[in-house]
């Protein structure tokens, strides 16, 4: 299987901040790599696909970027709708995985 | 719209089939190009993806499941359901049931989980 792996697994900002998140994958994936957020009870929703492609929808302060091994999720400016988890996935091959997950609270 | 909504018993006993239902609205199952996922998510975990059935009725598993995943559907309903057999305690869950679209850039095809029901938790014990 893929193994995709998060960092950090939490982190602390506030309302405007800058956050970037990280997954890499083991081995690699070229572009197939997919972001989404979870807020507690809820399903989670997907930001980005292939990477680097805004879902419909989604506001504009989101940006994915990586390609292989190493990926990024960046909020350019971090808004009180955004604290919640983020994932990672590879839809490269099946078995699709996921990473662990990064928990973004409120400083 | 697509809607999808999980159905199905709470609470399974150690070493029953844990079986669950899917009943899409707003597409059909048979619609190309689709694929309808389970994908659960443990107690504090991770999201682990269970499997797939197509729109046109092939099936991935997640080969960490073994033998004990099936899934099927019935297009008549406009369903797809999972079966999880020999469950224990580490199979509590929440189950989700979920579309996969695909997104073609530059003639690639990228696959995501585009619509999610809303979950369903199923306890084993």
């Known amino acids: 299987d893929i193994q995709m792996t998060q960092s950090p697994s939490s982190l602390s900002a506030s309302v405007g901040d800058r956050v970037t998140i990280t997954c890499r994958a083991s081995p690699g994936i070229s572009s197939y790599l997919n972001w989404y957020q979870q807020k507690p009870g809820k399903a989670p929703k997907v930001l980005i696909y292939g990477s680097s492609s805004l879902q419909s929808g989604v506001p504009s302060r989101f940006s994915g970027s990586g390609s292989g091994t190493d990926f990024t999720l960046t909020i350019s400016s971090l808004q009180p709708e955004d604290f919640a988890t983020y994932y990672c996935?590879?839809?490269?091959?099946?078995?699709?995985?996921f990473g662990q997950g990064t928990k973004v609270e409120l400083k | 719209q697509v809607q999808l909504q999980e159905s199905g018993p709470g609470l399974v006993k150690p070493s029953q089939t844990l079986s669950l239902t899917c009943s899409v609205s707003?597409?059909?199952?048979?619609?190309?190009?689709?694929?309808w996922n389970w994908i659960r998510q443990r107690p504090g975990n991770a999201l682990e993806w269970l499997g797939y059935?197509?729109?046109?009725?092939?099936?991935d598993y997640n080969p960490s499941l073994k033998s004990r995943v099936t899934i099927s559907a019935d297009t008549s309903e406009n369903q797809f359901s999972l079966k999880l057999s020999s469950v224990t305690a580490a199979d509590t869950a929440v189950f989700y049931c979920?579309?996969?679209?695909?997104?073609?850039?530059?003639?690639?095809?990228?696959?995501?989980?585009?619509?999610w029901g809303q979950g369903t938790t199923v306890t084993v014990s």
């Open positions: 707003g597409d059909s199952i048979s619609s190309s190009g689709f694929y």
């Open positions: 996935q590879q839809s490269y091959i099946t078995p699709w995985t």
């Open positions: 059935i197509s729109y046109s009725g092939s099936t």
């Open positions: 979920a579309r996969v679209s695909y997104y073609e850039i530059y003639s690639i095809y990228y696959y995501a989980v585009d619509v």
